[in-house]
């Protein structure tokens, strides 16, 4: 359990901008969607396998609180920590998370959100798909070089995209004033049309993540960037911008 909820931690609470999720736990499957505060990324994930005791769909707030929990030394090894239920409308639900050390003499308990409330408090778009005209693997070497562009250009909230003799190109600033650009991708078999900017800050958090990533953009002004970490499969959904 402690794997699974310090993954889950590590993909949504550690990009900086969500310390909300919903869980919707069924027999054959366990999703995760959670949205940015200023709704520039969606997520839409599930685990490998079905945690069967999240059964139900309740909310995980306070994320920076359970983080704190998972990573206390008391916590870390042959610990007990196990999802605590109660009976609503004749059915036993997730309520919390208890935390014991393995004395039995150190514990702590985390409180999930009820499902009405949770419906309430995270009203997430609905994101049906999109035809991907552009779909990749980033590299470390685009990566670290997206990174050097953003400090270069630390004044950009956001870049441009665009394709160009099979490069995907990344653009920052306008040549009026102070700008930056750089080849992202080589190799690009896709092209991309319109001018859609997208947040630096999210995606590089993103592209830091643990795991293996494909980079899939629409020309119709959304981004998908999917991580895989072995536990579970991550989908950032990003909307673009326009200038």
């Known amino acids: 359990m402690r794997d699974q909820l310090l993954d889950l931690v590590q993909h949504t609470y550690d990009l900086g901008c969500i310390d909300l999720v919903k869980i919707t736990g069924e027999s054959t499957k366990t999703s995760i969607t959670a949205i940015a505060e200023d709704r520039s990324v969606v997520v839409q994930a599930n685990y490998a396998q079905p945690l069967g005791d999240f059964k139900g769909t309740f909310g995980m ?52 959100m009820a499902q009405e409330v949770i419906a309430e408090k995270l009203k997430t778009p609905k994101f049906k798909g999109a035809n ?10 685009g990566i670290q070089k997206l990174k050097m562009q953003a400090q270069a250009n630390s004044e950009e909230q956001n870049f441009q995209v665009i394709t160009n003799n099979g490069n995907l190109k990344l653009l920052f600033g306008d040549h009026s004033t102070h700008a930056g650009e750089f080849v992202f991708q080589t190799g690009i078999t896709g092209n991309l049309k319109g001018k859609w900017l997208y ?45």
């Open 61 to 112: 707030p306070n994320l920076a609180k359970l983080k704190v929990l998972l990573n206390l030394a008391e916590y870390r090894e042959n610990a007990n920590i196990a999802v605590t239920h109660q009976e609503r409308n004749g059915e036993a639900v997730p309520v919390g998370i208890h935390f014991e050390n393995a004395t039995g003499d150190f514990k702590n308990d985390y409180r999930f």
């Open 132 to 141: 991907w005209d552009v779909e990749f693997e980033p590299t470390m070497i």
């Open 199 to 243: 947040r630096v800050k999210q995606i590089i958090s993103i592209l830091d993540l643990v795991g293996d990533k494909t980079f899939r953009i629409s020309d119709s002004g959304v981004a998908q960037i999917t991580v895989n970490s072995g536990i579970a499969e991550y989908n950032y959904i990003l909307p673009a911008y326009t200038k």
